[in-house]
């Protein structure tokens, strides 16, 4: 009789967290059968076979991975009904991968997985390109080993006709697909000569996006204008701005930020994207802008952004996550407006406080001052960023042969 229990596997992921599976034991052998789920080591209770409490989404992750623990259990059943002398390995290949074994069932698997992890804007994203898969196989499923390269050429075809696209929009769509592949494969729910990406198949590369700030100019129209208190164009105008003194402080960030934050004149906050933690001097024109939030502070009430104010559970990464994304729609459209009375001409989103730092900045900082204030975990990521704003040489050598 075989027994089944909850594990984790004991080598690192490339994103740092530990692949979750079922460890099938039978005559003192075992054979792992992996859910799609992972986990960072610390959230993990080995004892218990259980994700922690302190997990933002434990309930949500306990709970599927119970039903997948119960789900592979009945399947053991009935194959050991069948066949007695089976072996651990034996079950394991005999076994339907968790959530089925074709493309659609395991997008689902990625779609739910996305959502037990608090992942809203991936979550959101990927969703839409799943089902345009779908519309492209007519509503079919479709097995891992039948997504062959003259296939993917048809959807990208297909895409390009029915949609008005671009390049990075249809690799976006391709990466998708790659991503529930490669669970796939690590599921070993396909086997790997059936993979159609890489070299000699289907390459996905990224087209170099053209990063564009503000400069000096605009950045000082901006903060001239004035808005009725209350407006959503103030309000906008007060985040990007603080976001920008900041070093383009995400707005991810932004809005999370405590009152509890500020600490001798300092802003100490830990970068929700990767965990940099740090500190950074409040300059004056900061403290302005909080200045006019202050009036706002409730009693046991510590953000200072109102946002996620009305959230009841700030550890709900999923709920957070769509609340600061429906945040920023509204700033961007508000932002238009502010744009327009400034007389810039040139488009303002959030994301765009980030890229005006980098383009004032130029070549004025030392990189590795700007590794810490852009808080990148390497700095190549800093060199390729700030890339897109340094143009002193390009332009110099460019004058020194057409300048005559």
Same mark, same amino acid.
């Given at each position: 009789?075989?027994?089944?229990?909850?594990?984790?596997?004991?080598?690192?992921?490339?994103?740092?967290?530990?692949?979750?599976?079922?460890?099938?034991?039978?005559?003192?052998?075992?054979?792992?059968?992996?859910?799609?789920?992972?986990?960072?080591?610390?959230?993990?209770?080995?004892?218990?076979?259980?994700?922690?409490?302190?997990?933002?989404?434990?309930?949500?992750?306990?709970?599927?991975?119970?039903?997948?623990?119960?789900?592979?259990? =009945?399947?053991?059943?009935?194959?050991?009904?069948?066949?007695?002398?089976?072996?651990?390995?034996?079950?394991?290949?005999?076994?339907?991968?968790?959530?089925?074994?074709?493309?659609?069932?395991?997008?689902?698997?990625?779609?739910?997985?996305?959502?037990?992890?608090?992942?809203?804007?991936?979550?959101?994203?990927?969703?839409?390109?799943?089902?345009?898969?779908?519309?492209?196989?007519? $509503?079919?499923?479709?097995?891992?080993?039948?997504?062959?390269?003259?296939?993917?050429?048809?959807? $990208?075809?297909?895409?390009?006709?029915?949609?008005?696209?671009?390049?990075?929009?249809?690799?976006?769509?391709?990466?998708?697909?790659?991503?529930?592949?490669?669970?796939?494969?690590?599921? =070993?729910?396909?086997?790997?000569?059936?993979?159609?990406?890489?070299?000699?198949?289907?390459?996905?590369?990224?087209?170099?996006?053209?990063?564009?700030?503000?400069?000096?100019?605009?950045?000082?129209?901006?903060?001239?204008?004035?808005?009725?208190?209350?407006?959503?164009?103030?309000?906008?105008?007060?985040?990007?701005?603080?976001?920008?003194?900041?070093?383009?402080?995400?707005?991810?960030?932004?809005?999370?930020?405590?009152?509890?934050?500020?600490?001798?004149?300092?802003?100490?906050?830990?970068?929700?994207?990767?965990?940099?933690?740090?500190?950074?001097?409040?300059?004056?024109?900061?403290?302005?802008?909080?200045?006019?939030?202050?009036?706002?502070?409730?009693?046991?009430?510590?953000?200072?952004?109102?946002?996620?104010?009305?959230?009841?559970?700030?550890?709900?990464?999923?709920?957070?996550?769509?609340?600061?994304?429906?945040?920023?729609?509204?700033?961007?459209?508000?932002?238009?407006?502010?744009?327009?009375?400034?007389?810039? $001409?040139?488009?303002?989103?959030?994301?765009?406080?980030?890229?005006?730092?980098? =383009?004032?900045?130029?070549?004025?900082?030392?990189?590795?001052?700007?590794?810490?204030?852009?808080?990148?975990?390497?700095?190549?990521?800093?060199?390729?960023?700030?890339?897109?704003?340094?143009?002193?040489?390009?332009?110099?050598?460019?004058?020194?042969?057409?300048?005559?």
């Amino acid at each position: 009789m075989s027994s089944v229990s909850l594990v984790i596997r004991k080598r690192l992921n490339k994103n740092g967290a530990y692949p979750i599976g079922i460890r099938i034991t039978k005559d003192r052998k075992s054979s792992y059968v992996f859910t799609g789920q992972t986990i960072e080591p610390e959230y993990w209770d080995e004892d218990k076979q259980r994700v922690k409490k302190s997990h933002p989404n434990s309930k949500r992750l306990n709970n599927l991975l119970l039903k997948e623990l119960s789900d592979t259990n =009945n399947r053991i059943l009935e194959i050991e009904t069948v066949k007695n002398n089976v072996s651990a390995k034996g079950v394991r290949h005999s076994l339907k991968p968790v959530g089925g074994s074709s493309f659609i069932s395991q997008a689902k698997v990625y779609i739910d997985n996305l959502k037990a992890k608090g992942k809203y804007n991936q979550h959101s994203a990927d969703q839409p390109r799943i089902n345009r898969f779908k519309e492209f196989l007519k $509503g079919d499923d479709i097995s891992f080993e039948d997504i062959t390269i003259p296939l993917l050429i048809r959807y $990208g075809a297909y895409l390009k006709r029915t949609r008005d696209i671009n390049e990075r929009t249809l690799i976006n769509h391709l990466v998708v697909i790659r991503t529930i592949f490669s669970r796939a494969l690590q599921a =070993n729910i396909v086997e790997q000569k059936y993979y159609p990406f890489g070299k000699g198949k289907i390459k996905i590369k990224f087209p170099q996006s053209n990063k564009v700030g503000l400069s000096v100019e605009d950045v000082m129209k901006l903060e001239k204008l004035k808005f009725a208190d209350g407006s959503p164009q103030k309000h906008a105008l007060n985040v990007w701005l603080f976001s920008f003194y900041f070093a383009g402080m995400r707005i991810s960030d932004v809005l999370r930020l405590r009152w509890s934050d500020l600490q001798d004149e300092r802003l100490h906050y830990t970068m929700g994207k990767n965990a940099k933690a740090g500190s950074l001097k409040i300059s004056e024109k900061a403290m302005r802008i909080l200045d006019t939030y202050k009036s706002e502070k409730q009693n046991n009430d510590d953000l200072i952004f109102p946002e996620l104010k009305m959230l009841k559970d700030l550890n709900n990464a999923f709920a957070v996550q769509k609340k600061i994304s429906n945040a920023v729609s509204k700033f961007n459209k508000a932002l238009k407006k502010v744009s327009d009375d400034a007389k810039i $001409g040139k488009k303002i989103t959030m994301h765009i406080s980030r890229h005006t730092f980098g =383009n004032i900045s130029g070549d004025k900082i030392p990189i590795q001052m700007l590794q810490k204030l852009y808080r990148h975990s390497s700095i190549t990521t800093t060199i390729g960023y700030q890339a897109n704003f340094i143009h002193k040489d390009a332009d110099e050598a460019l004058n020194a042969v057409i300048d005559f």
